[in-house]
């Protein structure tokens, strides 16, 4: 019993580069200007460590409720740029692949619902598929929360599950989970940062990944 | 006599991801989605040899005419939705530097103006510094005509320049110019891309940068 746990934006929807301009933009709007790579750099993380740590390069703490107002404001200026989400490069064949050939999959995303409802419907994920977002934890990634939450659910051994996700935070934490994990460049990280964070193996898209799933050993 | 040439979007200010979300919606408005790592991955080459690499991931050719309409229109939303243009952490400081001990440089950019001519503002640049943009050349990046009218209208030799930039392009120019050159992380490119790309060291933004010139010897 092989499963495969997904990352969303980023790994299976073309979201990164609206989130890192929502970011910035929301950032710019409460007087703390930064860098777009240290933003992009620091996306997939919970959205409230997230903040912070974009605060700390900033130089001063953020209270509570600035966070929070950070987080409104980014989800906002990020609904209204970006109202359509688009599957990256393979990824609705990927999934359908997966389910007729019997491979069990999931998606464990530190994004939240509502917000990730439309990401959902565009790659055709319906009730039958096991989706674990950033409420159902208490600790988003780079904590392992997620992806355990979501290898419980699947009921397969962490040692059988792959993480399939494009930031060093996902492949930290499926470390951190006791699994194996597959790089995507569709997030816009190089292929050796993954490499070296631990990626068993690194793809352009989810549509590289399509045609290599002989590598990973999950088909029988 | 030493010079620094640099490029100016990723490097000297902070525009990579606004260009990336100008050109998806440009792209994505005429019909042709295209994933935004991809379009990251291209960023810094000339708009028309950028629409065309495009084109060719979509599958198709572009007419002359819907080529310069995506270039058009990639224009517009970027105004539109980047009205500010914000110098990347330390590119001021390290520009008033070089000029306070006279180390020489100069600007080459695949843009144009009066495009840039915000960015210039911005940075404090003056008519007293080279800059070099599109129009003068008849090839932009990756072909090394950009560095080469820089590094002559400084009367600098190739070999005493070194090319500043974010994008493996830069790099790439800077060796067919017969020049050294530093990279910069502050585009989103990764540290291993830039160094197999030939970068003689990679920092990660004007601010480190302008710690590290004694690694260059460019100083007296």
Redesign the interface.
Known sequence: MHALIFDLDGTLI?T???H??SW?RAF?EAGM?I???R???RIGMSGGLFARAVAREIGRKLTDEESQSLQHRHGEIFME?SPQR?P??GAVELLKFLKENNVMYGIATSGRRPEIDKSLEALGVGDDVVVVDRGIVVRAKPAPDLFLACQQRLGVSPLECYVVGDAVWDILAARRAGMLSVGL?????????LT?AGAYRVYR?PSELLTALDELGVLD
Chains 1, 2 share one sequence.
């Open positions: 073309d990164v580069y609206a890192v301009f910035q710019e200007a860098d777009g790579w933003i992009h750099r740029i688009r990256l490069t460049l569709s997030g816009g990280y190089g292929e050796d940062e070296s898209d």
